[in-house]
């Protein structure tokens, strides 16, 4: 079965700090990974996915994630936080039938 | 293009009533996928449509249904309502069939069981 997990709830950073959003995951074959995020009362947004190729993805907004096999790792990461940030971001994986799964989301608060 | 609209953003409803909930996708989208969204259960697939078809379930009782229409938009049913089916229930649409299509969201319909 296809999971991933995010090993922590709540993420704080200074404005202007680089940030990093965790996600691990398990899968039987290739990993089609996605990063999605939420503000309050709004759906998910897409940020970006790994489908093959390079291992660093750049997504929307400055984000980019890094993919590594050996730690089954794929993280999400952006230079320097804006307040703006400050939201919930949830990792994802895409299942063979099309059907995402994902993480339990992490908050992430960005603090001027 | 016009995102993935759900109606109504808000429903209150008492226990045992049904619900239905509509999505349209982004034209030309093929695929919608429904998911509930809870505090305690985090985001659950509940099932997927193509071409007027579900291809995929989740695991969830029978008392949740859909279907798709021959223009891809989409409802989603909840007969007999529960306290616990109060949750965010969100829509997605994807372009083409197979793994790792990019699916789009809606804003939501927030469902109040009261």
């Known amino acids: 079965a296809q999971s991933v997990a995010q090993p922590e709830d709540q993420v704080n950073v200074a404005e202007g700090n680089p940030l990093t959003v965790k996600c691990t995951y398990s899968?039987?074959?290739?990993?089609?990974l996605f990063w999605y995020v939420q503000y309050p009362n709004r759906g998910l947004q897409f940020l970006l996915k790994?489908?093959?190729?390079?291992?660093l993805v750049k997504g929307s907004y400055g984000f980019e994630a890094e993919f590594n096999k050996s730690q089954t790792s794929f993280h999400l990461k952006k230079p320097s936080a804006l307040v703006s940030d400050s939201a919930l971001y949830f990792c994802?994986?895409?299942?063979?039938?099309?059907?995402?799964?994902f993480g339990a989301g992490t908050r992430l608060t960005v603090k001027p | 293009k016009a995102g993935v609209t759900q109606t109504p953003r808000y429903l209150i409803k008492t226990r045992g009533q049904q619900v239905t909930l509509s999505c349209s996708p982004i034209?030309?989208?093929?695929?919608v996928s429904w998911y509930q969204q809870t505090p305690g259960q985090g985001l659950q697939f509940l099932f997927e449509?193509?071409?007027?078809?579900?291809?995929n379930k989740g695991n969830f009782p029978g008392r949740f249904s859909g279907r798709q229409f021959s223009n891809s938009r989409s409802e989603m049913n909840v007969s007999t309502l529960e306290l616990g089916d109060s949750a965010l229930y969100l829509c997605?649409?994807?372009?083409?069939?197979?793994?790792?299509?990019?699916?789009?969201f809606g804003p939501g319909t927030r469902l109040t069981v009261l």
């Open positions: 997605a649409s994807s372009l083409e069939t197979g793994v790792a299509d990019t699916q789009y």
């Open positions: 899968v039987s074959g290739n990993p089609y």
């Open positions: 790994y489908i093959t190729g390079d291992n």
């Open positions: 994802a994986v895409s299942g063979a039938n099309n059907d995402m799964r």
């Open positions: 034209s030309g989208h093929r695929s």
């Open positions: 449509y193509f071409s007027e078809t579900q291809r």
